[in-house]
């Protein structure tokens, strides 16, 4: 791939991370850490794109960050279709204003299966709101208050979600 050009560089090239690891070595067999002062992902009229095997820890939003400030944001009043949030690992999460650990709103054929969400004790779980959505088998522990929260009810709410075997415990409301 022409655009990556050292090590430790990367690409983002339709859809897919390109990465070139430091000492040459296989990237399937390293950790790779990625630092940020925001959201680990945002979202904004994406089509067919894959969240998947991540660890997203150490948010922190302070309440002048807004309500909805999120470790994992699908821009509501956008257009994103296809999207699969899966087997992903996010914890220690702190959002001052009670924002939602993972915002997924404004989606079209949305999947969300497998995914653990822990230790994030001043947060809601997860805000779901689109059209075709399949939220199935996570794991939210120690979430601040609630779940799984399905936003709103017909053309600009949620149409044909299917929410089942998730498990959600310790809630400190």
Not at 8 to 14: D, I
Not at 93 to 107: C, E, Y
Not at 159 to 164: D, E, H, R, S
Request: glycine content about 12%; aromatic content about 8%; proline content about 2%.
């Amino acid at each position: 791939m022409r655009s990556i050009t050292y090590e430790g560089q990367y690409a983002l090239v339709t859809n897919r991370m390109y990465y070139w690891p430091l000492g040459g070595g296989n990237p399937n067999n390293q950790t790779v850490r990625v630092a940020t002062l925001g959201n680990a992902f945002v979202l904004s009229n994406e089509q067919h794109v894959r969240v998947q095997g991540f660890q997203i820890e150490g948010y922190y939003s302070h309440v002048e960050a807004g309500y909805g400030a999120s470790a994992v944001t699908l821009t509501s009043g956008t257009r994103n279709d296809g999207i699969r949030f899966t087997d992903n690992l996010v914890q220690f999460m702190r959002s001052m204003d009670r924002g939602p650990v993972i915002n997924l709103q404004g989606t079209t054929n949305l999947i969300v299966v497998n995914n653990t969400l822990r230790q994030s004790l001043r947060n809601r779980g997860m805000i779901i709101q689109g059209h075709d959505v399949k939220v199935s088998s996570n794991l939210l522990d120690r979430i601040g208050s609630t779940g799984i929260y399905c936003a709103g009810v017909g053309s600009f709410g949620s149409v044909n979600t299917f929410i089942n075997s998730n498990r959600v415990t310790g809630l400190k409301g």
